[in-house]
């Protein structure tokens, strides 16, 4: 099993900046997938970033130049740095991780962007 623990939310204001984390623990391969979605009431989880185990990127266009994903692998560690905030940022944001051993998520941490 693998467990995914996140932190780093909070409430911002418009054009703040936050970071959240994400540490993996448990049976983890060296090689996995690691994932930030976001979900409002509502709504659908969207996908926000991907990293790859080489290091590969990739955005959601709504973040696209605002938000960073980067990884520290000595720390089973996955960072989201989310710049320019705005309020239709405000969602719950989970990590997700795709592993040898099946894929998980976090408990999930709420970003709220406002005023």
């Known amino acids: 099993q693998v467990q995914l623990v996140e932190s780093g939310g909070g409430l911002v204001q418009p054009g703040g900046s936050l970071r959240l984390s994400c540490t993996a623990s448990?049976?983890?391969?060296?090689?996995?997938?690691m994932k930030w979605y976001r979900q409002t009431p509502g709504l659908e989880r969207e996908l926000v970033a991907v990293?790859?185990?080489?290091?590969?990127?990739n955005y959601a266009d709504s973040v696209m130049g605002r938000f960073t994903i980067s990884r520290d692998n000595a720390k089973n560690t996955v960072y989201l740095q989310m710049n320019s905030l705005k309020p239709e940022d405000t969602a719950v944001y989970y990590c997700?991780?795709?592993?040898?051993?099946?894929?998980?998520w976090g408990q999930g941490t709420q970003v709220t962007v406002s005023s």
């Open positions: 990293i790859t185990s080489g290091g590969s990127t």
């Open positions: 448990g049976k983890i391969s060296s090689i996995y997938v």
């Open positions: 997700n991780g795709v592993f040898t051993v099946g894929t998980y």
